[in-house]
């Protein structure tokens, strides 16, 4: 980065440059954002109202009412990682925070695939958040629905149209400045966290049964089905497996923060926390308040915006469904702002093809422009060639499963070093003292178990309809697998040659024909 870039952007305190120069970097990214930046980062990633409103019907028609459980399990699972991963934001504050956090626990092969692996997932991730507004606008307002109902495939196309026109604005925001994308987000925030706590008022108002209607399987058929209610329950979890991840985001800014080290472990935390509390509450009075469980609208896709509807009525009802669509956008947003910091991160290092234009700095908006364009293309593009249900589906699915792969690439590289007595928290930083061991330990065996759920081939995710196709039910295993091995091979025999800071991002005196390693 040129002296001048520097002088253009005074922010960058002496401290914030000894942070990234620790790690062999210059600093070239604008740090604009304070610690409610960042918690609104990682809170509107997970975006409670995106994956509640996007999923209740997955959760409730396979595992009835009782598959509320299935939150507080999700939450102490990845609360888990959440604490590994505090320890490791105060340490390691630079963005792309699971490509570094790899890099400097394991050695380059592990890392690459860690970023990759999320990288490939964070992008599939927006084109499935942009898709949720299908089962939102169209109920807000029937003019949003473009394509006639009589057309074949009409729902479908017209989701690809409405996720289109939010990717273009996302690429758009993020390339126009990190501040202007950090103002939008914390405003979505704002909004969505309002309107959270009134839904669950409203939603409490009206309450028809008890709590106790969680202990209740809602007479889900379990004939034939291995392990009984228990094989339904694992599948209702992907309801909350779907959402309660990205809570990492927060650190993935850290270059753009001030104070990193101590803002993003609080951020990381409190995201996961407030995410588990206001989400648990709407599902639990949403399934206390239901006029009839047994409804098929609502264990159908957009099942809680029938709910909603339902219970409020179409004034309250439409107020609380323009704030999911608002929750929507930022979501989205934030999982761009992710990838482009990913990708920005593994590029400076000139670790994906074309990785000198991909991190390249705009010298007016101060982001990389090239990174934000060129993933947004492709969620665009996914969007397309996803144009199928089955398909898409199956995508999504493998996009979660990928970023509990990804979270593995951190976890176990972490507890190696801890086992070697080698990892050593920041003495002034976020640690978790003697409980370290334990706690890396279950996040390790939580993370695992949970990527081989997601995995499962199961046909009502991975086949549920006709055509009936194996390499369609075998896709959580397959495509991950695919993914993974191309990539790798990929690394191996063409990028790990090319490997090393790219000279613009490189600090003084650092040698750049190959990346800083932590010592």
Same mark, same amino acid.
């Given at each position: ?358 991190? /390249?700095? =705009? &010298?007016?908006?101060? !982001?990389? %422009?090239? +990174?934000?364009?060129? #993933? ?5 593009? @996914? $969007?397309?060639? /996803?144009? =199928? &249900?089955?398909?898409? !589906?199956? %995508?999504? +699915?493998?996009?979660? #499963? ?5 979270? @593995? $690439? ?110």
């Amino acid at each position: 980065m040129s002296s001048s870039h520097e002088k253009a952007h005074p922010q960058a305190s002496a401290t914030d440059a000894e942070d990234i120069d620790e790690f062999g970097y210059r600093p070239s990214l604008v740090r604009s954002l304070g610690s409610f930046h960042t918690f609104a980062a990682g809170i509107s990633y997970i975006s409670i109202l995106t994956g509640t409103f996007q999923l209740f019907y997955l959760g409730l028609g396979t595992g009835g009412p009782a598959y509320w459980w299935s939150w507080p399990l999700v939450f102490v699972g990845q609360l888990m990682v959440a604490l590994c991963f505090c320890e490791l934001a105060a340490r390691f504050p630079v963005a792309g925070s699971i490509y570094n956090w790899s890099k400097r626990l394991s050695h380059h092969g592990v890392s690459w695939l860690a970023g990759w692996t999320m990288l490939t997932a964070s992008i599939v991730s927006i084109a499935a958040v942009a898709l949720a507004l299908q089962a939102t606008l169209p109920q807000i307002w029937s003019g949003f629905q473009f394509i006639p109902a009589e057309a074949t495939n009409s729902e479908a196309l017209n989701g690809v149209i409405l996720a289109a026109a939010l990717i273009v604005f996302t690429t758009l925001i993020n390339a126009f400045g990190t501040k202007l994308m950090a103002q939008i987000n914390s405003t979505g925030v704002f909004i969505e966290l309002i309107a959270a706590c009134v839904l669950i008022v409203l939603l409490a108002i009206n309450i028809v049964r008890g709590p106790q209607i969680v202990l209740s399987t809602g007479g889900i058929d379990t004939s034939g089905r291995p392990l009984g209610y228990a094989g339904a329950f694992l599948v209702a979890m992907f309801a909350s497996l779907y959402v309660m991840y990205g809570f990492d985001t927060a650190s993935s800014l850290a270059e753009e923060s001030h104070d990193p080290r101590r803002n993003a472990p609080k951020a990381i935390l409190r995201a996961l926390f407030f995410s588990f509390l206001l989400g648990g509450l709407i599902l639990l009075f949403a399934i206390m308040s239901a006029p009839d469980l047994a409804d098929p609208a609502f264990s159908q896709l957009g099942g809680l915006q029938a709910l909603v509807l339902a219970v409020l009525g179409r004034g309250g009802g439409t107020v609380i469904l323009i704030a999911v669509a608002v929750a929507v956008v930022v979501c989205a947003l934030a999982v761009h702002a992710a990838a482009i910091r990913l990708a920005f991160a593994m590029s400076r290092d000139n670790n994906l093809p074309a990785g000198s234009k991909l991190c /390249t700095i =705009s &010298p007016r908006f101060g !982001t990389p %422009v090239v +990174s934000s364009v060129t #993933i947004g293309v492709i969620a665009i593009v @996914l $969007l397309l060639v /996803t144009f =199928s &249900p089955q398909i898409y !589906t199956v %995508v999504t +699915s493998i996009a979660i #499963i990928m970023i509990y792969t990804a979270y @593995l $690439l951190v976890t176990v590289p972490m507890l190696v070093q801890r086992l070697r007595g080698t990892w050593h928290p920041r003495p002034d930083g976020f640690s978790l003292g003697r409980w370290g061991l334990p706690v890396n330990i279950l996040a390790i065996l939580w993370g695992g178990a949970m990527t081989v759920n997601l995995a499962w081939p199961r046909r009502e995710i991975y086949n549920a309809s006709e055509p009936f196709h194996w390499y369609l039910q075998w896709g959580g295993v397959l495509l991950p697998g695919i993914i993974l091995g191309a990539g790798f091979a990929y690394y191996w025999t063409v990028q790990r040659h090319k490997t090393g800071v790219v000279a613009e991002h490189a600090r003084v005196g650092t040698p750049i024909d190959e990346p800083v390693q932590e010592a």
